[in-house]
């Protein structure tokens, strides 16, 4: 595959961050330019004069919050007073009747401020000029009563946010509400290629035989694409090899089997059938080998199957020969194979479960995301500790497996390469109340969207007869 020229990880996820910090912080600079600055509420000597009096504020005053009273043995922390401070306490001493040294004022936000025609004195909103210096921000105006207690004015807690705040959560909010499809875009663009490496490693597990990735992506990222479709390639000349060297094996034997038959004609007759009967296994085994090699070396195209369905047609066939097959539980279930393979596969199960346990009894569901084949026999099982050597080729079990009644030891073998080249597996288990449970387990389909195939893209293998009662030979 053609690589293409692609930046470092590094210097995409560097990139992502700064855009996205000018982007928020252009979000930023053009909402504090647009809205108007928040106005302070800005408390009078006449306000704080009043409080003291009355216990509270003028209700209908328009300043929010407003200004609360509470009576405290002790006086409040302050700060080293300021000349506007200094005016403001002897004008509330002024205005409430007191000594100004009886009057305390702490004050923890902006200053206080003289409105009294300076130039370059701020004003509030709709005055021009004010004889008395005013407060605003967080404060505390603490006077000594003649009981030596002090009764303390400040503005009410606000039960929600101020509006500076209000300011900094919308500035937020659209700095973020700008930046999320950038950061969404940058985000996909750099997860995408690891997203097709993950699905192509899982397309390998299906099927060896899957076409390359496509090289795109990060320097890293394209990298790691290039080592996987090397090793894709490696692997699959390296089985293609080993499948050559076996089917040449097997077919060179075919001619000193052939010298040995026409040898053993002087041979004397007892002896000679016994040569010919090993000739004869040798030869079986030969064609059996050559048949797998064949059959693991064609390249079939793979399809979306219904299993059940495929699960029926061969219990069927097997059922018309006389044989008790019965299909017990047949889900739709979709999974993406080779119909030859996976009918061979199913075959060689129902064929040991007939020969060595009567009967079989067949199952398909799906469980979590995969499919599942089970067939169940009623015949003597097997040791626990066989139950993974019958998948080595030739191999069989002396009690079970002679030379009339079984195979040449290919069949279960063959179970497991067509299982494993399709992603899946298969075990053998012993029966809790006797015979085997041969359990095949295949991944199920993957679709473009991510939902159920199609129905139009399906093949359907039906069964002829229906076998939904066992025939019993």
């Not at 300043?63 to 700060?79: C, F, I, N, Q, S």
């Not at 040798?282 to 793979?302: G, I, N, P, Q, Y």
């Amino acid at each position: 595959m053609k690589r293409r020229f692609a930046l470092p990880l590094f210097v995409q996820t560097l990139g992502l961050v700064i855009a996205t910090l000018i982007v928020a912080q252009t979000a930023a600079v053009i909402v504090i330019f647009s809205l108007p600055p928040p106005v302070p509420n800005v408390y009078t000597v006449g306000d704080v004069a009043q409080t003291v009096r009355f216990g509270a504020s003028d209700p209908h005053s328009p300043k929010e919050p407003p200004l609360t009273t509470r009576r405290d043995a002790d006086p409040p922390a302050y700060e080293t007073l300021g000349r506007h401070r200094l005016m403001f306490r002897d004008a509330v001493a002024k205005a409430v009747g007191v000594s100004p040294e009886d009057v305390i004022v702490d004050q923890h936000g902006p200053r206080i401020v003289a409105f009294g025609g300076r130039r370059g004195s701020p004003r509030p909103p709709g005055e021009t000029t004010s004889p008395e210096p005013l407060l605003f921000g967080q404060f505390k105006v603490a006077i000594r009563q003649k009981d030596g207690r002090w009764v303390t004015v400040e503005p009410r807690a606000p039960l929600g946010i101020d509006p500076w705040q209000e300011r900094l959560l919308l500035v937020t909010a659209l700095a973020a509400l700008a930046v999320s499809p950038l950061a969404w875009a940058f985000s996909r663009r750099l997860a995408a290629p690891i997203s097709a490496l993950a699905a192509g490693a899982e397309r390998l597990g299906r099927d060896p035989g899957a076409t390359p990735l496509d090289i795109t992506g990060s320097a890293e990222v394209a990298s790691a694409v290039g080592a996987f479709n090397q090793m894709q390639q490696r692997l699959r000349l390296y089985v293609d090899d080993r499948t050559s060297m076996i089917g040449a094996i097997a077919h060179d034997l075919r001619t000193p089997l052939t010298r040995l038959r026409f040898r053993i004609e002087a041979v004397p007759e007892p002896l000679r059938s016994k040569l010919e009967a090993d000739i004869d296994q040798m030869e079986a085994m030969v064609a059996s080998t050559l048949s797998f090699v064949h059959d693991a070396a064609t390249t079939r195209d793979r399809r979306k199957l219904e299993l059940a369905s495929l699960v029926e047609t061969v219990m069927d066939d097997a059922a018309l020969t006389g044989a008790h097959a019965a299909v017990e539980r047949a889900d739709r279930v979709i999974v993406d194979g080779d119909p030859v393979a996976l009918k061979r596969l199913v075959a060689n199960l129902v064929d040991n479960a007939l020969k060595y346990g009567v009967s079989a009894r067949a199952r398909v569901f799906s469980e979590q995301d995969m499919a599942v084949i089970e067939i169940d026999d009623d015949g003597p099982g097997m040791p626990d500790s066989e139950t993974e050597r019958v998948f080595e080729p030739f191999h069989r079990l002396e009690t079970s497996r002679s030379r009339q009644t079984g195979g040449i030891g290919l069949g279960l073998a063959v179970v497991r390469a067509v299982a494993r080249s399709h992603g899946g597996d298969v075990v053998l288990l012993n029966r809790g109340q006797g015979g085997l449970n041969a359990r095949v387990t295949l991944p199920l389909a993957m679709s473009a969207g991510g939902g159920s195939p199609a129905a139009a893209e399906i093949e359907v293998p039906r069964a002829q007869h229906p076998v939904s009662s066992p025939v019993t030979g």
